[in-house]
């Protein structure tokens, strides 16, 4: 597997992220095209039209998902009603495939998961290298099923199979200088055009980062996939294995890990680096803070038809998981920290 050498994680440079003139330009692109702002929804045929402009892949064999072994967590059931696996598999924000949401499921298809390595390293005991067959047998997998809102104000739910982060975690020993947590993403441009073309891959200085802080991060609801809907992950979703944080913005369960480093200061992420403006460090959900552009006040939750006949519902404090996160936040400004 081809790996290009990334920016440290310890410190951000002024050239490493993304000019301003590149994301203005980004935004002038797409206006002039007449697809609105950034993220807004598209329909595939006039996104398929637009962005073999700039690179897009051509379709390639299929990616097989497997079967899972795994035991249901009735504690993470919802009485809610599933998102259909066509709309899961479908209806992705996955830019290093591409900005489009069908982009990612008609561009990763040759993506290739085996090898795989995940590092779990800094502030650490014991740091572990995870090869690809680690990654569902070194725990016990459980299905659990979540609640995904897009900063996008769309969201879905979704029954995932994986294992808590903290668990891995405790394995790797961290020690006591930690206090937050980073994750990075794969950076291999030949397989994710989106990284190869800045307009295609939405102006973001790859590789994608997200973090948390120790604390949330060791919270029993942070979860890494390896799987839904009983099957492995398609790449569209972030194959082999991504990080699932239901009370946060989708944007924060960053896919595809490479790397998951536990430091002694925050890390840089990936949307805040590009338009801090727009998105804050903690991304937590919340209904009372609007996006700078739209309110996240009410939601419109995917189901068997299309966007614009989903359900509108009103948007819960933390996603609907405020009784096990809100003690995470209480000497904490949620307007200011947003």
Not at 136 to 160: F, H, I, N
Request: charged residues 20%; contains cysteine.
């Amino acid at each position: 597997m081809h790996f290009i050498k990334r920016p440290s994680w310890d410190t951000v440079k002024s050239s490493d992220i993304t000019p301003e003139s590149v994301f203005n330009d980004r935004r002038n692109i797409i206006k002039a095209l007449g697809l609105g702002a950034i993220g807004a929804s598209i329909p595939g045929q006039v996104q398929a039209g637009i962005f073999d402009l700039f690179g897009k892949s051509q379709p390639s064999t299929p990616f097989i998902t497997s079967p899972l072994a795994f035991t249901v967590n009735k504690g993470f059931e919802l009485s809610e009603a599933k998102t259909p696996f066509s709309k899961v598999s479908t209806h992705n924000n996955f830019y290093e495939f591409g900005t489009g949401k069908s982009d990612p499921v008609e561009n990763a298809q040759g993506f290739k998961v085996d090898p795989w390595s995940l590092v779990i390293d800094g502030e650490v005991d014991n740091p572990i290298t995870l090869g690809f067959e680690d990654l569902t047998k070194m725990m016990a997998l459980e299905e659990r099923t979540y609640r995904l809102r897009c900063v996008e104000a769309w969201s879905m739910v979704v029954p995932w199979v994986g294992f808590p982060l903290a668990a891995l975690l405790k394995k790797a020993g961290v020690n006591s200088r930690a206090k937050y947590v980073a994750f990075e993403t794969l950076f291999d441009p030949d397989q994710m055009p989106g990284q190869k073309s800045r307009l295609m891959g939405g102006g973001i200085h790859y590789p994608y980062v997200e973090g948390l802080t120790l604390a949330e991060a060791m919270n029993d609801l942070s979860f890494l996939a390896v799987g839904l809907y009983g099957k492995s992950l398609p790449p569209q979703n972030g194959a082999p294995i991504r990080l699932v944080v239901p009370w946060k913005y989708g944007f924060k369960s960053i896919k595809s890990l490479v790397r998951i480093r536990v430091m002694d200061k925050r890390p840089p992420t990936s949307w805040n680096q590009l338009a801090p403006q727009e998105y804050g460090f903690y991304a937590n959900v919340n209904p009372d803070v609007d996006h700078p552009r739209w309110s996240q006040a009410i939601e419109r939750r995917i189901g068997e038809g299309g966007l614009f006949s989903a359900t509108r519902i009103k948007t819960r404090p933390f996603n609907g998981y405020q009784e096990q996160v809100a003690d995470l936040y209480r000497d904490l400004d949620l307007r200011r920290n947003y």
